[in-house]
C-alpha cells in the first residue's frame, strides 16, 4: 500500500555544516506537509507543498516537491544548535473522505556546536 | 487561545489498570485524533473523529476506545493497560478534512505501564 519512506533515520552534523533529510513515496502525493519536532516536545508545523516542482524557501529551510509528487526534501543551510530536532513529512490520505494524516518515521537532527 | 491542551503530562500505570487520556481544543475545529509515538516508529495514528458524535479507526486501534460529545473533547481511553502501550500520546486537531488543512498538536502525555 501507499507509504513513505524517510532518510536518513540520524543524522549527527557539526554547526555550520548543511542538512538534508528525504520523503519518497512509491505513489503520487496529493501534497506533502513538514513539521518538526524539538527534543521532548511535539511536533510543529513547518511547510506545505502542492505543486509539481514546488520549491519553498523559509530562511536557511530549503523545501522542494519533486515533479513527479513521488518525493520531498527539506535542506537546512548551515545549521545553527536551534536546528536540532526531528523532522517529519506527512501526506494526507483520504480514507473514508478524513484525508488522515500519515507520517513520515523522521529525521533526527543533531548539530554539535 | 490555548491550542490543543492534553492531561496529564505523565502518567504510570500497572498492567491491567484503565485511564482516560484528555484532549481539548479550543480552535472550533472539526478534525480531532490521536497518535501515539515510539522510538524509530514515527507518529501511528491510533484513532479519529471528523465531527462531533463520528469516531473511527486509525492504523492502531486496538486497545483504545475515544468518543466525541463535543466540538472541543475528544478523550482517550485504555481500557486494560499493557506494556506495549508505554509510548508518548500526542492529540491532534485540525479544522476540517481538506487535505491542505495543517495539523495542531498537543503538548503530549506520556504513559508508561509496568
Known amino acids: 500500500g501507499q507509504q513513505v519512506m524517510q532518510i536518513p533515520q540520524y543524522q549527527h552534523v557539526q554547526e555550520g555544516e548543511d542538512f538534508t533529510t528525504y520523503c519518497n513515496s512509491s505513489?503520487?502525493?496529493?501534497?506533502i506537509q513538514w513539521y518538526k519536532q524539538r527534543p521532548g516536545g511535539h511536533p510543529v508545523f513547518l511547510i506545505q507543498?502542492?505543486?509539481?516542482?514546488e520549491v519553498k524557501k523559509q530562511k536557511r529551510l530549503t523545501f522542494q516537491f519533486g515533479e513527479a509528487k513521488k518525493n520531498s526534501s527539506l535542506h537546512i543551510t548551515a545549521t545553527q544548535t536551534t536546528d536540532v530536532g526531528t523532522y517529519f513529512c506527512?501526506?494526507?490520505?483520504?480514507?473514508?473522505?478524513?484525508?488522515?494524516?500519515?507520517f513520515g518515521t523522521g529525521t533526527r537532527l543533531t548539530v554539535i556546536p | 487561545n490555548a491550542g490543543v491542551t492534553q492531561t496529564p503530562k505523565f502518567q504510570v500505570l500497572k498492567t491491567g489498570q484503565s485511564m482516560t487520556l484528555q484532549c481539548a481544543q479550543d480552535?472550533?475545529?472539526?478534525?480531532m485524533s490521536w497518535y501515539r509515538q515510539d522510538p524509530g516508529m514515527g507518529l501511528r495514528l491510533i484513532h479519529y473523529s471528523v465531527g462531533a458524535g463520528i469516531t473511527d479507526q486509525g492504523e492502531v486501534p486496538n486497545g483504545y476506545n475515544v468518543s466525541r460529545s463535543t466540538t472541543e473533547d475528544f478523550p482517550l481511553r485504555l481500557l486494560s493497560a499493557a506494556p506495549s502501550q508505554t509510548s508518548v500520546y500526542f492529540c491532534?486537531?485540525?479544522?476540517?478534512?481538506?487535505?491542505?488543512?495543517?495539523?495542531?498538536f498537543g503538548p503530549g502525555t506520556r504513559l508508561t505501564v509496568l
Open positions: 491532534a486537531s485540525r479544522a476540517g478534512t481538506g487535505r491542505t488543512d495543517t495539523q495542531y
Open positions: 507543498l502542492v505543486k509539481s516542482g
Open positions: 506527512a501526506d494526507p490520505r483520504d480514507q473514508t473522505g478524513a484525508n488522515n494524516l500519515f
Open positions: 480552535m472550533n475545529h472539526e478534525y
Open positions: 505513489t503520487t502525493l496529493s501534497n
